[in-house]
């Protein structure tokens, strides 16, 4: 039956077609943080390839990738998913691909600092002086370093990824329908706020205490790690 208040059969209610509210919110946010998993993979692997270079090779291709990094953090990440998905078409594809592009910078302003300091290490000057290639010292001693600070960022940004794909499916710009996403079931459920409530509360209390585990995950392995006690010398 159609918007049926929650009960026991159904924890949340029922939608305006019938269907159990319980069960598409918990596929809801299996999709949400698939895509942001997958979001975050892409945006740290392109973080740590530009940190590393950037910090590595210094000069004009510090100063070059420095400038790529500045251009991206000056857009508002959502404004400029908007605009990338305008551009591209909506689609999940497209919605990866836009909070992807939007999301290395972070990522790559830590590696890049860690990278400079990490470079004038003593195990790296003495790889460097018996004639270790650039990418042998990248890979074997600098990579292991600067992966470890920036892992509490990544736990982090998976509550934001989260939250930036159920604002851009709000929006119509995300996921879209027939596929079960929080931030489209809200917009949905958004016309019944006075004849059905409780399609908003459950979706809304399921997506903020995701976000907030995720993000006292991220907390907790951030005070737990100390880079200079964690330094890896290979």
Known sequence: MQLQKPSILHWFGTDEFGRDLFSRVFNGMRTSLMYSLIIEAIALIIGLIIGLLSGYMGGKVDGFLNYIMNVFQA????????????????????????????????????????????????????????????AYILGKHIFPNVLLPILPLATL??????????????????????????????????????????????????LAMVVALINALGDAIRDKMDPQKQMIEI
Request: net charge neutral; no cysteine; glycine share 12%.
């Open 75 to 134: 857009f508002p990440t959502t404004i400029a998913a908007i605009a990338l998905i305008a551009v591209l078409g909506t689609g999940d594809t497209t919605l990866i691909i836009a909070l992807s592009v939007m999301g290395w910078v972070a990522y790559a302003r830590i590696v890049r600092s860690e990278t400079l300091i990490f470079k004038e290490r003593d195990f790296v000057l003495g790889a460097r002086a018996s004639g270790g290639s650039s």
């Open 157 to 206: 940004m998976i509550g934001h990824g989260i939250m930036a794909i159920a604002s851009l499916s709000f929006l119509g710009f995300g996921v879209q329908p027939p596929n079960a996403e929080i931030g489209l079931m809200l917009k949905d459920s958004a016309m019944f706020i006075n004849r059905a409530p409780w399609l908003l509360v459950g979706p809304g209390i399921v």
